[in-house]
């Protein structure tokens, strides 16, 4: 009798249409994550690199070969940045394609193609992020350099970047990222535009929370209820104890 309240109600959260949805949206946050992950592995060791009074010693010509490590590291994170960016473009249109197609959620399409169009499309840091990607992909890393400027303003300053004319040997760059990073001069200051970009593709998603929040209250509602009503059972039949209704809450 026990096993089989037990059965009936992890068997109908496990199959409720609710908790697919639930699985859904968790999905896609996942693929933020890793983008947040890359993200963060990326700027910290920029950030540490070009504030950090005590790195300069890298500039040293007896460390050369260390800075070049170092040069082939920040690579290495920039390629997983962009990837995880990318996935994260990929997996959000299938997501909103599979979960958005009835007609019912004509409205939030359409606002959903108007918030893309109105942040990513003309959005200078995105056409230089996929046509790096692209770079990346069908041509190779490209190569990671530093410079160091002082002025009596700011003092020394330290700075990793990518030179734009190697960039621009490559004849895949669609006509509007090559005029924009022809306007930036020679040098894709990396920290600059991970930063940015990293946070445009953040605020989007932002919304995106928001926006599921509103879609799917009922949904969630009806699953937290369901799951009440287990939780009662579970009690009432003496299956679970305290701590492990708790956990039983938590992991559903």
């Given at each position: 009798?026990?096993?089989?309240?037990?059965?009936?109600?992890?068997?109908?959260?496990?199959?409720?249409?609710?908790?697919?949805?639930?699985?859904?949206?968790?999905?896609?946050?996942?693929?933020?994550?890793?983008?947040?992950?890359?993200?963060?592995?990326?700027?910290?060791?920029?950030?540490?690199?070009?504030?950090?009074?005590?790195?300069?010693?890298?500039?040293?010509?007896?460390?050369?070969?260390?800075?070049?490590?170092?040069?082939?590291?920040?690579?290495?994170?920039?390629?997983?940045?962009?990837?995880?960016?990318?996935?994260?473009?990929?997996?959000?249109?299938?997501?909103?394609?599979?979960?958005?197609?009835?007609?019912?959620?004509?409205?939030?399409?359409?606002?959903?193609?108007?918030?893309?169009?109105?942040?990513?499309?003309?959005?200078?840091?995105?056409?230089?992020?996929?046509?790096?990607?692209?770079?990346?992909?069908?041509?190779?890393?490209?190569?990671?350099?530093?410079?160091?400027?002082?002025?009596?303003?700011?003092?020394?300053?330290?700075?990793?970047?990518?030179?734009?004319?190697?960039?621009?040997?490559?004849?895949?760059?669609?006509?509007?990222?090559?005029?924009?990073?022809?306007?930036?001069?020679?040098?894709?200051?990396?920290?600059?535009?991970?930063?940015?970009?990293?946070?445009?593709?953040?605020?989007?998603?932002?919304?995106?929370?928001?926006?599921?929040?509103?879609?799917?209250?009922?949904?969630?509602?009806?699953?937290?209820?369901?799951?009440?009503e287990a939780r009662e059972a579970f009690k009432n039949a003496g299956l679970l104890t305290e701590h492990e209704l708790k956990e039983f809450e938590t992991s559903v």
């Open positions: 009798m026990k096993i089989d309240i037990f059965n009936y109600y992890t068997d109908k959260i496990r199959d409720a249409p609710e908790q697919k949805i639930i699985q859904e949206i968790d999905s896609l946050r996942w693929s933020f994550g890793i983008l947040h992950g890359n993200y963060d592995q990326l700027i910290k060791l920029l950030t540490l690199l070009e504030d950090k009074p005590q790195a300069i010693s890298l500039w040293d010509v007896k460390r050369k070969k260390d800075l070049h490590i170092i040069f082939e590291e920040i690579g290495r994170l920039l390629f997983n940045y962009l990837a995880a960016a990318f996935m994260l473009i990929d997996h959000t249109r299938r997501y909103v394609d599979h979960m958005y197609s009835n007609s019912q959620y004509a409205n939030f399409k359409q606002e959903y193609e108007k918030e893309i169009a109105l942040r990513f499309v003309n959005n200078d840091n995105h056409q230089i992020a996929q046509g790096l990607r692209n770079f990346i992909q069908h041509r190779k890393l490209p190569s990671v350099g530093s410079t160091i400027t002082f002025t009596q303003e700011t003092g020394l300053n330290k700075a990793f970047m990518v030179a734009i004319p190697s960039l621009l040997e490559w004849d895949g760059w669609s006509g509007r990222a090559r005029a924009i990073l022809l306007s930036k001069g020679d040098t894709l200051r990396l920290r600059e535009f991970v930063q940015q970009y990293f946070q445009q593709v953040e605020s989007f998603h932002k919304w995106l929370w928001v926006k599921q929040v509103e879609l799917h209250k009922e949904d969630v509602d009806r699953l937290n209820q369901l799951i009440r």
